[in-house]
Every structure is written in structure tokens, then in C-alpha cells.
């Protein structure tokens, strides 16, 4: 039987607020546990929340963004549970009048056609803290510095028919939270974590098959595994007659697997009911219009511009809008080497490849933008060559010096076109090469250039990659030919 | 009153208009003051618990300090005043037990905004008083340090929750005393005690470290000698707070300077509702006396209809045990409070904790409004209780078209005896009749003393006012007590 799978995505994105939803401690990432937890995180007794004016304002971005109905009157509710990263015993979510009502996010195919994933809903809420299962001598530890961080949960229809459109779509919500400026995106510290609803039914039926929700998945390339896995459980199940379970499950990224963390016989009955804490919170038009107004340039945007503006490709173009901060960071460099062919390149190249050797982002890149330009503009100018500026790089890397200048300076990389230092070694490399020489000289004019490669080569190891290559080339041919 | 009055009475039976008199004066000094107040509880408050903790060596070092500030001329609006808050409000360094085995042994780390408040005035904090476990209740039964009892009748109840305040006042234990009122616990205990007590608008006095009953009608208070002092505290415990999202920012009078105006034209609404069945004959009577002597004042007396009054209480216990429900979660043993013993696991710790840190009544009004928004039980009982509160707000602001004032008796009777209802929870939420449609609707509302039973009970007249109408109820309360006597009369057996 031919099968056909359904996905509808979760997301809880972590909103780029300086302090929390509804307290004012620091929601900085990797402080010592329990250093950024006040005594509202902690649920003291007698303790109240104030929300956090910038969380809505950063929902209603993202909002915007996507095309949403902005909930003009919105107010909070409490989720009911038990368990000990949740101080409250509660936590303060939206139900339902969320801040985002309905919209849409277009994801790009393979095949160059885009399609249309709905989006339920977005709702603001407080992210718990974090317990942690080690080291605590048959106890568990509470780190309560993650609780009242603010998150925005987006919640996709069921559109999404494989794992790579969620992962498109993924990507794509990736892109825009983090051009937007809400979200630092960085999935390994859980800025962006998916909830993956998935069932299957025999293709053409109608009816949805019985779904199941893989929970707490924090990156693209586990979101695609753990789908794959879930999916061929499912079709197994059937195949062998059995039905499927509306369950809980948690991938394990480590051992490839899958297991049950509860089924629906055991969900929490959370007694939702509005937040006697926090009065609801209602927008006018005038304060939504001047968020609109003030809306940074979205992804598909800035792809269209970089091609008008600087004349990239269409393909460097995508690459480089598709992050905020790479793009940031291109056009940093940019304006400041003035040119935008050479900028794409490395941008893409050397420092992608460094930056992702050494596992950091672009935010925490080594050599900033200037320093690129700097090295740039030397080659541009042609202080150094091409293969140079690569040592000059790595030599920003790991902060040799301030910048392309004073790492040619100390490090004696000044290209060579002094014509008559050039001459000298070109007369060496004809002395040491008499037979080449006189190969060269009885070749077809056809072959020569080919064979002039073999002593600007040795002039280059003479001069330890410094000399001008296109005054050797020039030299050489005059001696040689001459 | 004339400094030479006040020389002539013992310093417990002085207002704190008079103490702030005698204060500036130099007939005593703070230290002088609380050490006389520290005195009176260690001698008589074995027979009335009001107090739960005490602090007598800070109490001494602020009266110090107030003296000092009172020499130089700094003083603010409370200094050197003694006074006590209950235990719910959160002191930073002093036990705050909220009358409860769960927080026995919980010291915050920060005050309660209307304890700062106090601070900031200058007042002298003698200790925290007893109460109902976390609020519930109308008798001061459910405290975990035993009952506070009833300065009028030793077999009597204090009333609740605020027992401990309003027994401490009354036994002039403490000139004024802060309390909290959810559906009536400021001013139960002030009728049964024979004291004035002030439930403010919803939103007037910051709930900022009072650890919280139900979010949405809780809300703090003074219980004083009388409406001259309430007003007085008022000035001191309002104010707009930032830290907490339902304080009101609304200008704030100052409440003792219209304390005098004339009542003249003043027009005061009877409740139908409110005089029907279950009502004590002499409960009746006096309150009825009392309303009749307004026109004497140069009020006029009509009467109203509150047609969904029946409803209150009924909607208040689905309102109040769901809020409560998820409030008292935070409760569970893991940060602060109560742990059980040796917990085998995650599931074991939280039952047991909970299961020994709480009293039987504040389990029941968990487990009434855990079921009241359970998936299935929300539309009937949750949104409908918020429909009928609806409903009371409505009937007030339709009543509060055609007069200024509402008046009523505090609660259905005097003073119960101790044991009389604890078996039966529903003849005890009945208490709270007259005043749970006001916390409901979020309304300001009095009780002042209007007479002794033949039995020597206090009974209370409550005053209920429009939204941030307390001066209004303050000047009428303080007109009434300047042309009567009930708030002077003192219970029996307390020098």
C-alpha cells in the first residue's frame, strides 16, 4: 500500500528579551544555575508577574511577519501541573485569545515551487527551568534560570507532507525570527525547539490517521531523523495490524531511537483558566501600525535587494539573506571593502568554512566584519594576493593583530612588484632551470603559457607566495621570449 | 481630645490619632509605647492567641529609631506607632506562616509592599497575627497555631480570617492592625470583635508579598479603634504599585481630611436581600437602629434591591477554591516550606507534602476548585460563577445610580462559639453572606461597631461604597462614631 504522511509543527521559539516575561532577571544563557532565578522566578509566596512589554511587542512582530490577525485583545491563563522545573505549579500561557491569530509562512521546494503552510496560531507563555539528572547522588537538580524566559509557541496546521518540508519550513521560521530580531536562533542553546505531530493514512483517504507527538527536538537535522523513524514505525505498526497510539515520544539524537513518554490515558488534565494576575492586555491600531512601520527587512526582501543592490547571483544572494546575521555581517563588510563580489565570496567561503570547522556562529565570529574588509580592500588593492590574504585571515583568526595592515606589516606579507627585486629572482630561476628554459623556448607558441606556469610557480616559492603574479607573468615572458 | 485626657487613660486605649498626639507631645516616647504594648501581649495573650510570632527586639529598635526620629522633627505618618501585621504579609526576616504547618518555617527575604509602606511611616512592627490556614475561613478555626479567640466571650470566635487582627485590636493588644479580605475576612472579624475594619477597592492597596488566597478578591486593610484611624492607615497602606499588574493607579486623597464633612443630602440604600431569612432578631435590630440614626445625620434612607445576592455565595466557592487551587500550588515542597520526611520519590514528595503541610479546609477548597475547572466541569461551574459575578457587579452599578451608600449588617450574627460550625462547612460559608457580593464586585466596604447583644456580642454595620468611595465611607463611618459611643465600648476583662 502506497502511504501518505501528515505534519503540523510546534515551535517554541525563545523571544530575544533582555529580561523575562513576567519578572526582571537577566535571561542571558550559561550563567551559573539558580544566578538569574529572582524570587518571582522562584514562586516566592506573595510574589506577582508583570508582563513584559517587549515580549509582546516581539510577538506581534513575528506576527505581522507572517501575515496574522494581531490579537487586538489578548490575556494570559494558567496551565496546570506539577513538576519541579515549574515553580509556579502552573505555567502562565495564552489559550484563548493568543497574541497571533492565523497566518501563513511560504517554504521553497526542491522542485523551485513554493507552498503555503498555515499557521494556527502563536501564543507568548514562560518556558520552565530545567532539571537536571546528574551528579546529584540519586536526586535531580533544578536550574530555575530558564524559568520565565518568554517563548512564542507557533503552532503550523497539518500541511506538511514529508521531512522535507518540515525541515523547510523549520528552516524558514529559523530565518525569519532571527532577521526580525526576536530570536538569537541558536538552536543548540534550545532558543528554537519543534514539537512534531505526525500520522500516516493510505494515500487519497481523507480522514487523518491517529497522530503521535515527538516532543523537544532542537535541531533540523535530528527534526529530519526523528521524522523519518516515526514515520516507518507507524507505517509497521499498521502493516502489522496494529493501531496506532496517540502518544507523547522522545528521539533520543544520541542512540537514533524513539520511545513513549506517556499516552493520552495519561495526559494532565491542565485546568486552564485566565490569570487573575494579569489583566488582559489590548493593542489599539496606532501602536500595531508603528510596529509595522518599524518591521526589519524580512529574508525574501533582502535576497531581492542584494540582487538589485549588488549584483550577486541569485543563488549568493538566498545564502547570504536567509541568515540576519550573515547578511549583517556581508553587508558590514561590504560598505566598508566596496565590494560586494569579493565580500559574498569570503563570506560564504573562508569564513564559512572556518567559522563552521570551529563550530561558532557568525555572532561569534573572531574576525569581524571590519577585519574582513580590511584583508579585502588589501587585495583589492593588490597589497596581497589571493593566497596571502588567506594567511592574513587565519592570522586574524587567531588574534595576531588588529588588522589586515598590521598583520602584513609584522608578518612581512607586502606583495613584491618591485620590478628589479622580481628580475633578480626571475634570473635565479632561469639559471637553476636551464633545461626547462630551453624547452620553452623550442615549444609551440600554443604551449608556452601552459609552460610558463612552472616558473612562476618557482618564482612564487621563492618569493614564500609574495611576489605580484601578474608582473612574474609579465617578466617572465619578456626574459623567456626576449 | 485634650492632652490632658489623654494623660488621664492607659496608653492601650489611646487611637493613633491620640498616640501620634501624645507622641509629638513628649508625654511618652515610642520606646515607652512598645514596650508597653510588649507587656500587654506577653501577659494577655496566652488566653487570646492573637499573635502567631512576635518581634520585640525589633519592635524596640524601630520605636528607637522613631524616637529619634520624632526628635528630629522626620517623623512620618505612623512613627513610633505600634502596630501588627497579619501573617500573611510577607516581612523580610520575620517568620511569615500564613497560619500554616506548610510555611511554619518560612522567613521571606522581602517585605510585602503595604509592610514597606508601614515601614516607610515610621510604624513599629510588634509581630504577625494568627489567622485562617492561608485565608479560608470565618472563624480563625483553621489555624495551624490553634484558634484565636473572641476578647468579648472566651468560648467565642474572633471571627475570620483576619481572628488574630481584630481580637488583637479589641484586647488593645495593638492600636491598629493590618488584615486581608477575600469575601470577607477584614470585616467578619471586625463585627465580631466590636473594632472598625476597611475593606478598600479592589486594586487600591498593593497585594505585592501577600501571599495570595484568590487573586481576583483579595485585597488589604486595616482594622482599627475606629473610621478616624482606618482612615489614617489608609493613607499609609494605598498606593499605586508597579509590582503588582491590578493595583489601581488612582489618585489617592488624603482620607482623615474630609473625615468631617456633613452628611447632609447623603443617600443610603437598604438592601431587601440582606434583612431575609437566617438573620439574627437582634442582628436586625441594631443594624436597623443604626441606619435609622443616619437620618438623624441628614441622611436619607431608601431601600434597594440586589436581586442576585443569593447567588454570591454559591459563586464566590467555584471563584475563590479555583483561584486558590492553582495559587496554592507553588506549595510542594521543593523550594521553601514544608517537606515531608524521607520522600521514596518525585510523586511521593509532593503528596505527602502536601497532604501534611495542609489543614483539612484548605485541601477542600483545593480539591473544590481543582474539580470546578476540570475538562468537563469548566462551562458549568467556572464560567458560569464568572457570569453570576458579572451579575452582582451589575446590581451594585445599578443600585449606586440612586444612592450613595450601602448599608447592611456585617455578617447574619454575632460572634458564634468555637466548635459551633467547624462540622458544617456551609452554615460557616453562610457567615460571609453580606460581605462576599462586595469582593465580588471589587467594591470598598466599613464595618463599624453598632451595638452589644443582650449577650454582650459586638454587631457591625457595614457601610459599602461606589469604586474608590473610602473617603466617603471613612467621613460616614467617623460622623456616626462621633455621635455614638459603640466603638468606644471595650471588651470585658482585658487591663
Not at chain 1, 16 to 35: C, L, M, Q, R, V
Request: overall charge negative; charged content about 20%.
Amino acid at each position: 500500500m502506497e502511504w501518505e504522511t501528515v505534519i503540523g509543527l510546534e515551535v517554541h521559539v525563545q523571544l530575544a528579551t533582555a529580561t523575562k516575561i513576567f519578572s526582571g532577571a537577566s535571561t542571558a544563557f550559561g550563567a551559573e544555575p539558580n544566578t538569574q532565578a529572582c524570587a518571582i522566578d522562584l514562586a516566592m509566596p506573595g510574589t506577582l508577574p508583570v508582563a513584559n512589554e517587549q515580549a509582546f511587542r516581539y510577538a506581534i512582530m513575528f506576527g505581522l511577519a507572517i501575515d496574522a490577525d494581531i490579537g487586538k485583545r489578548s490575556y494570559f491563563e494558567r496551565k496546570n501541573y506539577f513538576y519541579p522545573d515549574l515553580p509556579k505549579g502552573y505555567q502562565t500561557t495564552q489559550l484563548d485569545q493568543p497574541i497571533v491569530g492565523a497566518g501563513h509562512i511560504d517554504i521553497e521546494l526542491d522542485d523551485g515551487s513554493t507552498k503555503r503552510i498555515r499557521i494556527h496560531h502563536a501564543h507568548l507563555e514562560e518556558d520552565a527551568g530545567k532539571s537536571l539528572h546528574e551528579d546529584f547522588q540519586g536526586m535531580s537538580g533544578i536550574d530555575l534560570n530558564r524559568a520565565g524566559t518568554p517563548l512564542i509557541e507557533i503552532v503550523s496546521e497539518p500541511d506538511m507532507t514529508n521531512s522535507d518540508e518540515a525541515v523547510a519550513f523549520a528552516k524558514k521560521l529559523h530565518s525569519i525570527v532571527t532577521s526580525l530580531g526576536i530570536c538569537d536562533g541558536e538552536m543548540s542553546q534550545g532558543s528554537m525547539r519543534f514539537d512534531v505531530n505526525i500520522s500516516v493514512r493510505p494515500k487519497g483517504q481523507v480522514e487523518l490517521g491517529t497522530r503521535t507527538e515527538t516532543k523537544n527536538l532542537n535541531s533540523f537535522k535530528f527534526m529530519e531523523e526523528a521524522i523519518a523513524l516515526e514515520v516507518e514505525r507507524q507505517i509497521d505498526e499498521i502493516e502489522d495490524g496494529r493501531e496506532i497510539i496517540q502518544q507523547t515520544r522522545l528521539y533520543d539524537a544520541d542512540t537514533k531511537t524513539a520511545r513513549s513518554m506517556r499516552s493520552k490515558e495519561d495526559a494532565n488534565d491542565y485546568r486552564y483558566f485566565p490569570c487573575p494576575d494579569l489583566l488582559p492586555v489590548i493593542f489599539d491600531d496606532a501602536y500595531i501600525m508603528q510596529i509595522k512601520d518599524n518591521l526589519p527587512e524580512l529574508p525574501e526582501a533582502r535576497c531581492a535587494r542584494f540582487i538589485s543592490q549588488y549584483a550577486l547571483s541569485d543563488y549568493d544572494a538566498k545564502q547570504l539573506a536567509e541568515n540576519a546575521a550573515i547578511a549583517n555581517y556581508f553587508e558590514a563588510c561590504t560598505e566598508q571593502c566596496g565590494d560586494a563580489k569579493l565580500s559574498a565570496n569570503w563570506v560564504m567561503g573562508e569564513l564559512a568554512a572556518s567559522l563552521n570547522t570551529h563550530e561558532l556562529s557568525i555572532q561569534n565570529s573572531p574576525v569581524s566584519a571590519g577585519q574582513l574588509a580590511s584583508v579585502i580592500s588589501r587585495i583589492k588593492d593588490k597589497t596581497i594576493s589571493n593566497k596571502i590574504a588567506k594567511q592574513v585571515f587565519d592570522a586574524l583568526w587567531n588574534k595576531e593583530g588588529e588588522d589586515a595592515d598590521s598583520i602584513i606589516e609584522a608578518k612581512g606579507l607586502k606583495q613584491v612588484s618591485d620590478t628589479g627585486a622580481l628580475g633578480t629572482m626571475i634570473d635565479e630561476v632561469i639559471a637553476a632551470n636551464q633545461k626547462q628554459v630551453e624547452n620553452y623556448r623550442n615549444a609551440d607558441a600554443d604551449k608556452r603559457p601552459k609552460m610558463l606556469g612552472f616558473f612562476v610557480g618557482q618564482i612564487m616559492k621563492l618569493s614564500k607566495g609574495q611576489a605580484n603574479p601578474q608582473l612574474v607573468n609579465q617578466l617572465l615572458q619578456e626574459k623567456l621570449n626576449g | 481630645m485634650s492632652p490632658n485626657n489623654i494623660k488621664q487613660r492607659s496608653l492601650h486605649q489611646l487611637s493613633i490619632t491620640e498616640l501620634n498626639a501624645g507622641l509629638r507631645n513628649k508625654d511618652f516616647s515610642s520606646v515607652e509605647l512598645t514596650q508597653h504594648f510588649i507587656e500587654r501581649i506577653e501577659r494577655l495573650d496566652t488566653r487570646f492567641n492573637s499573635f502567631i510570632s512576635t518581634c520585640s527586639e525589633q519592635a524596640l529598635a524601630a520605636a528607637n529609631y522613631a524616637d529619634q526620629q520624632l526628635a528630629n522633627g522626620n517623623a512620618g505618618i505612623l512613627c513610633g506607632i505600634p502596630i501588627a501585621h497579619k501573617d500573611l504579609f510577607c516581612t523580610n526576616g520575620i517568620r511569615t506562616s500564613c497560619g500554616s504547618k506548610m510555611l511554619d518555617n518560612f522567613v521571606p527575604p522581602y517585605d510585602a509592599t503595604i509592610v514597606e509602606n508601614c515601614s516607610n511611616a515610621g510604624a513599629v512592627v510588634l509581630g504577625k497575627t494568627n489567622m485562617d490556614e492561608f485565608a479560608m475561613g470565618s472563624s480563625n478555626e483553621n489555624s495551624f497555631y490553634g484558634p484565636s479567640v473572641n476578647p468579648w466571650g472566651e468560648n467565642c470566635v474572633p471571627g475570620g480570617s483576619s481572628g488574630g487582627s481584630a481580637a488583637a485590636v479589641a484586647a488593645q493588644l495593638v492600636p491598629a492592625a493590618t488584615a486581608s479580605d477575600t469575601g470577607g475576612s477584614i470585616r467578619q472579624p471586625a463585627s465580631f470583635c466590636g473594632v472598625t475594619g476597611l475593606k478598600p477597592t479592589y486594586g487600591r492597596v498593593s497585594r505585592w508579598g501577600m501571599v495570595a488566597y484568590a487573586s481576583s478578591l483579595d485585597q488589604a486593610g486595616p482594622i482599627t479603634k475606629n473610621a478616624e484611624d482606618a482612615a489614617t492607615m489608609l493613607n499609609v497602606l494605598a498606593s499605586f504599585d508597579k509590582k503588582d499588574s491590578t493595583s489601581i493607579d488612582e489618585p489617592k486623597p488624603d482620607y482623615t481630611a474630609t473625615l468631617d464633612q456633613p452628611l447632609n443630602g447623603l443617600r443610603i440604600g437598604i438592601p431587601k436581600e440582606y434583612f431575609s431569612d437566617g438573620i439574627d432578631p437582634e442582628v436586625a435590630k441594631l443594624t436597623q437602629e443604626a441606619i435609622s440614626f443616619y437620618e438623624t445625620l441628614g441622611a436619607s434612607i431608601k431601600e434597594v434591591s440586589l436581586p442576585h445576592t443569593q447567588l454570591a455565595v454559591p459563586a464566590y466557592y467555584v471563584i475563590a477554591p479555583a483561584e486558590c487551587s492553582a495559587n496554592l500550588s507553588r506549595f510542594d515542597g521543593v523550594r521553601y516550606g514544608y517537606r515531608c520526611e524521607n520522600p521514596t520519590d518525585l510523586e511521593d514528595l509532593y503528596k505527602r507534602s502536601r497532604a501534611e503541610g495542609f489543614g483539612e479546609e484548605v485541601k477542600r477548597r483545593i480539591l473544590v476548585g481543582a474539580y470546578a475547572l476540570s475538562a468537563g466541569y469548566y462551562d458549568a461551574y467556572y464560567r458560569k460563577a464568572q457570569q453570576v459575578r458579572r451579575l452582582i457587579k451589575q446590581d451594585f452599578d445599578t443600585v449606586f445610580k440612586d444612592v450613595d451608600l450601602i448599608a447592611s449588617p456585617t455578617a447574619p450574627t454575632p460572634a458564634f462559639g468555637l466548635g459551633e460550625k467547624t462540622k458544617d462547612p456551609v452554615s460557616m460559608y453562610l457567615e460571609d453572606i453580606y460581605t462576599l457580593p462586595v469582593n465580588l464586585a471589587g467594591l470598598p466596604a466599613i464595618s463599624i461597631p453598632c451595638g452589644l447583644t443582650q449577650q454582650n456580642k459586638p454587631v457591625g454595620l457595614q457601610l459599602i461604597g461606589n469604586y474608590f468611595s473610602e473617603a466617603l465611607l471613612l467621613n460616614s463611618a467617623h460622623k456616626f462614631q462621633q455621635a455614638t459611643d459603640f466603638h468606644q465600648q471595650t471588651a470585658p476583662n482585658i487591663d
